[in-house]
């Protein structure tokens, strides 16, 4: 009897053993956890800058050549895109897997990709709304600043500081009021957002990603 309780008061004992290891474990998943975000930090500031660039370059390349009609109609269309994606992060981030995974069992086009898309909701959404909604809020002011420039230039009569102000508030009106009417749709439509997201990453995954 003497010999079990001594056994059982040893420091050395199974119990603190499986503390230990448990710590362990945990540490590890701490370290993992990291490494992934770390890994996601990078992966996404470089798209960002390559996504940043491609727009960039794609609308000053059509501001040198298009008039004025046509300058508000690319502007519109990136402000239209942030609102899209802002959308969209806020469907994947509102919705729930759950009808998705009986929908992928009976091989619904989209239905995995969807389920994909909610269990990645943090990774979905900081790239909808803060990587393409940020640099779509960019360019619309440069974008919003060569009108300005080119309005001047076509009629003198307009002062820059004027039409720039003007300009500048409406861009913001519309970006605001754009993506507050876009919460409410993504909110109550976001089983049907997520899913045509997933139908539309499913063919785009067929024509590009072929193995």
């Known amino acids: 009897m003497n010999q079990q309780n001594d056994g059982k008061d040893k420091p ?6 499986a503390k230990k290891r448990k710590r362990n474990n945990s540490g590890k998943k701490n ?3 990291k490494k992934m975000s770390y890994r996601w930090i990078r992966i996404i500031t470089l798209w960002t800058f390559i996504f940043s660039l491609a727009l960039n370059f794609i ?3 059509l501001l040198e ?6 300058a508000f109609v690319v502007l519109i269309f990136i402000i239209l895109l942030g ?3 802002d959308i969209i992060g806020i469907a994947v981030a509102s919705a729930s897997e759950a009808p998705f995974h009986s929908m992928a069992s009976n091989k619904v086009i989209g239905a995995k990709q969807a389920v994909k898309l909610i269990r990645h909701a943090e990774k979905v959404t900081n790239f909808c709304n803060d990587v393409v909604g940020d640099i779509a809020g960019i360019i619309s002011g440069a ?3 060569a009108i300005v420039s080119q309005l001047v230039l076509v009629h003198p009569v307009f002062k820059t500081a004027n039409m720039g102000l003007l300009l500048t508030a409406l861009v913001a009106a519309l ?3 754009g993506k507050a009417m876009g919460k409410s749709i993504a909110i109550s439509k976001s089983k049907d957002i997520v899913y045509r997201v997933g139908v539309v990453i499913y063919y785009f995954n067929k024509v590009f990603c072929r193995k």
Do not use: D, W
């Open 83 to 85: 609102i899209v994606f």
């Open 12 to 17: 050395g004992s199974s119990m603190p053993k």
């Open 175 to 177: 970006t605001v009021g």
């Open 31 to 33: 370290n993992s956890g």
């Open 65 to 70: 050549r298009v008039n004025l009609v046509s």
């Open 59 to 61: 609308s000053s390349t």
């Open 143 to 145: 974008i919003s600043a």
